[in-house]
């Protein structure tokens, strides 16, 4: 399988899958660990197989959420098995070494969050829903009971759709209006485009206090990279998604 890394910052470990499918066409050919989006459990199980395997991840560590574009965190102390996690939580966090917390992703935007100083890392599921119903300070907010401090903290986009490819209705776009830079409009679109990673990246430094240095922008976009990634958008809902992942350093 095929992984790329996400730079985070000292001490965490962070990246995302490469769907390496021999026919893009087909809706979960390639690498797809998540487990509700209707492709076949035995699939869905192969990969994971192959994904702990590869990671070196040991029974019960691997953490991928039942996620409903909520703003849900939960914080992860000790290994979990599949049903022992709740339906509705978009965004998980970590003090304990060895846990490797996941999201799946198809245009949505993947966040990993890193404290190098405490050694604590985040990671969130942030749709535009997610985006305006606060799972990034949720998710921030979160690793600060368990010790992390915003003004060290580094943070990474994973691949996400793009502001070009993402068109949405006025009503969502108004929901994004107090955002500076975020809102596109041209006399090419019929309808207005939203940049989530901008405005990502704008939750994180102006209203968290991150540092504008230490945050990374997507690496590249799911719908322009459809074949090789996942895009919701593009191939529909029923479809494989990108894993994101981040862990501490061992
Ligand atoms: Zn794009």
Redesign the pocket.
Known sequence: MKINKISVGNGAEAGYTLRDAVNPLLPYDGFNACHYTNDSSCHVKHCREELCATLNVADGHLIIPRQTHSSNVMVIDSPLTESELPEGVDALVTAKRGMTLCVNTADCVPVVLNDPESGVVGICHAGWRGVVNGVVENTVEAMRTIGADTTQMHAAMGPC??????EVGTEVAEKFAHIPGTVMESNLWPKPHVDLATAIAHILSSKLNLDPDNITMPPE?????WQSLFSARRMGLNSGRVLTYIRLAK
């Open positions: 759709i793009c502001c070009e490819c993402f976009c799911t719908m322009h990279s």
